[in-house]
């Protein structure tokens, strides 16, 4: 998150709109990939803030290779989403207004290995089977999802 953070120093934890990506990963038994965030202790997807030239596929491969050691081969555009229903205040004071790209990942590679500043634990879940605590940012992008898809 360089970009995002040298703009704090400048305003603070003043909201900001920030784009970014996150990443729908579906494995061969049909489970979603979460991550449990250590910023919120909820789960949610991979993803994160867009970098100065980069693009939001670019951001979104980036991203769960970081966070989850896994490689996308083939990720596909399921929707953007952005609006007042996107405004998160992180723990820390930090105010956002997210622009999201969610992608759809079943085509990748490596194996899971959790990112241990950000990242708690990564686990595959059944979308009957969903944890309770899903980070708010994340939930709309991921009923949808469900809604659309199962």
């Not at 489970?31 to 970098?51: A, F, M, Y």
Request: a negative charge; aromatic letters at 10%.
């Amino acid at each position: 998150m360089g970009y995002i953070m040298e703009l704090r120093k400048l305003v603070g934890s003043r909201p900001l709109i920030m784009a970014g990506a996150c990443v729908i990963l579906i494995n061969k038994n049909n489970e979603i990939l979460l991550q449990l965030r250590k910023d919120n202790n909820c789960w949610g997807l991979s993803g994160g803030s867009l970098e100065i030239g980069e693009t939001l596929e670019q951001v979104a491969k980036r991203e769960l290779f970081e966070e989850t050691g896994l490689i996308a081969k083939k990720i596909k555009l399921f929707n953007v989403y952005s609006g007042a229903e996107f405004y998160y205040k992180y723990p820390h004071g930090d105010e956002v207004y997210n622009v999201v790209a969610a992608y759809v990942c079943s085509d990748y590679n490596g194996l899971l290995k959790k990112e241990e500043s950000e990242v708690q634990e990564l686990k595959f879940f059944k979308v009957i089977e969903l944890p309770s605590n899903i980070s708010p940012p994340d939930l709309p992008i991921i009923n949808q999802f469900i809604s659309t898809s199962y």
